[in-house]
């Protein structure tokens, strides 16, 4: 066996991680592409030659930085089977980006009277500047990152990606499947048929690299044919744009145009080090342990240098590190990832791969890397706590309807604030839905933690976690009253909405002091038997 020191940079199974980091990173990308340009009208030009390659950079040299980290974690504890933490452009909150931030901005600069042209620079130069606040910000937090994983038990943290994991890891690209589930659901069963049960491949070929053949040729073959219905999109013609992301002021023009989002952006910032912290913790628990305040400050710095050179989607360690530690990935997929992503922003190709390849063939992947952190969270745990993992599920689950509702192509936004301000019999489903899932990492980590103290016998610990989780209501760090999830001063809120948060900050209040009044009772607290 090799010592850890001369242990290969690549193994065979490095190309199975590889694919699967690769897909992940292009699903966000072509998200993001697809909202800003077929939903906002967004010039494909800034779009591609742009946002992209600052964007990718940024996942370049995150990439490269969790590379030489694991290298060094390898060497230090003597272990051949060290796995690189993932990094690539994140979903929820380029999704938020796109939808709440982004398109909304574009289309009021028109409104306003400026050209398309010049509506499209100011919004991209927003993107930027928004990157840049966010980049700076977590920078700061990153130093507090081992400070919150010493009092957050582990359920919280794993329960808290878990969620993540199963509705927006899971659940959407498992609707992208069955759109063309001829061949989606193909492509997922050869994933599961390697990656769950072990299956044996022909040729020893990687069980994804199989999968995606697979889904290709029974897209280009049966598509043609009629036999997917309007599944089939031909593919577009191949563009070769070039396009260096030099480091560039212009975000410094953006600043001013951040003030009315800060609100909002503060918060995205603030999630990736939550979920940062979190996904530490789930490698920790696969067996690599890596140093908290590294792997954020690291993302934290992709991500400033992204919005210097043009990005506008922010970066974040992903979820899936003990997924690609079972597919036996170790080091060298992050370095095949970051060189591909980011030369493809440079390229071209990966704006090329975003139009060509339908979301069926590249989705999944990503249902498997769901079920294996889902998973997770319950094997890491011990059993008397999977309630608490199981109750941090919710907001994650109203996370997504929320997107899913607040999305202009599924409800029109008229009739969308009709609906979320329509209070004749109370608090309205849709703004419950929306309110449950604002701040839903932290929300999730504060209703597991609570849970916990509760299985321990810890009542007044749990009061104490559940007046912190009423405090945070109260300015809409979780629970905020406002669609698009901002902060605010709760004395600041139009009366309705004032309303709305007094109610579920109370909420919290009195189960707190319900709480407290259980832990005054005589004699020992009982305790769940470990099982």
């Known amino acids: 066996m090799n010592s850890p020191s001369k242990a290969p940079l690549f193994v065979s199974s490095d190309f199975n991680g590889f694919l699967g980091l690769l897909v992940d990173n292009l699903s966000v990308m072509a998200f993001l592409a697809t909202a800003l340009i077929g939903i906002f009208g967004f010039p494909?030009?800034?779009?591609?030659?742009r946002m992209f390659p600052g964007t990718t950079l940024g996942v370049l040299l995150g990439n490269l930085a969790y590379f030489f980290m694991?290298?060094?974690?390898?060497?230090?504890?003597?272990?051949?089977?060290?796995?690189?933490?993932?990094?690539?452009?994140?979903a929820p909150t380029s999704i938020g980006m796109a939808l709440l931030v982004l398109g909304p901005a574009f289309l009021s600069y028109k409104q306003s009277g400026m050209d398309e042209h010049a509506a499209a620079i100011a919004t991209w130069q927003l993107g930027m500047a928004a990157l840049v606040v966010m980049g700076v910000f977590k920078t700061v937090l990153s130093f507090f990152g081992p400070l919150v994983q010493r009092h957050v038990p582990r359920a919280g943290l794993l329960g808290s990606i878990a969620g993540i994991a199963l509705v927006l890891m899971g659940f959407l690209p498992l609707l992208e499947i069955m759109k063309v589930p001829v061949v989606g659901f193909a492509g997922l069963g050869v994933v599961l048929y390697a990656l769950v049960a072990r299956g044996h491949m022909p040729w020893n070929l990687p069980g994804v690299l199989v999968a995606f053949v697979i889904g290709l040729l029974l897209y280009e073959?049966?598509?043609?044919l009629g036999w997917l219905g309007h599944g089939y999109q031909p593919?577009?013609?191949w563009q070769w744009r070039?396009?260096?992301?030099?480091?560039?002021?212009?975000?410094?023009?953006?600043?001013?145009?951040?003030?009315p989002y800060l609100p909002l952006i503060l918060p995205f910032g603030l999630l990736m080090v939550v979920g940062g912290i979190n996904v530490t913790e789930s490698a920790r628990a696969a067996g690599d342990d890596y140093n908290t305040r590294d792997i954020l400050l690291v993302e934290a710095l992709a991500t400033l240098i992204a919005g210097c050179c043009g990005g506008v989607a922010q970066t974040t360690p992903y979820i899936g590190q003990p997924a690609y530690r079972a597919m036996g990935a170790r080091t060298g997929y992050v370095l095949i990832t970051g060189v591909v992503v980011g030369l493809g922003g440079v390229f071209g190709y990966l704006s090329n791969l975003v139009e060509i390849l339908p979301l069926a063939v590249l989705a999944p992947i990503l249902v498997f890397v769901a079920v294996s952190i889902t998973t997770q969270a319950f094997v890491a745990t011990p059993v008397r706590y999977a309630p608490a993992v199981v109750f941090s599920f919710f907001p994650a689950i109203a996370d997504m309807l929320a997107i899913k509702l607040g999305d202009p192509t599924y409800v029109a936004h008229a009739h969308f604030t009709e609906l979320y301000n329509d209070t004749s019999h109370g608090i309205s489903e849709l703004a419950v839905i929306n309110v449950l899932g604002n701040g839903f990492i932290i929300t999730a980590m504060i209703w597991a933690s609570f849970v916990v103290a509760m299985i321990d016998g810890k009542p007044r610990r749990a009061a104490w976690i559940v007046l912190l989780g009423g405090a945070l209501t109260l300015f809409g760090v979780i629970h905020s009253v406002v669609p698009t999830g901002s902060l605010y001063l709760p004395w600041l809120l139009d009366p309705a909405?004032?309303?709305?948060a007094l109610q579920f900050a109370a909420a919290y209040g009195?189960?707190?002091?319900?709480?407290?009044?259980?832990?005054?009772?005589?004699?020992?607290a009982s305790v769940a038997k470990p099982q």
């Open 242 to 259: 070039f396009a260096l992301p030099w480091p560039t002021l212009q975000w410094m023009h953006g600043l001013p145009l951040t003030v």
């Open 497 to 500: 909405s004032r309303s709305v």
């Open 221 to 224: 073959v049966l598509g043609p």
């Open 44 to 49: 494909a030009d800034l779009v591609y030659t």
């Open 235 to 237: 593919m577009a013609a």
């Open 70 to 90: 694991a290298r060094r974690l390898a060497k230090r504890s003597g272990s051949t089977e060290t796995t690189a933490m993932p990094l690539g452009v994140d």
């Open 510 to 524: 009195v189960l707190a002091l319900v709480l407290m009044a259980l832990s005054l009772r005589p004699g020992p």
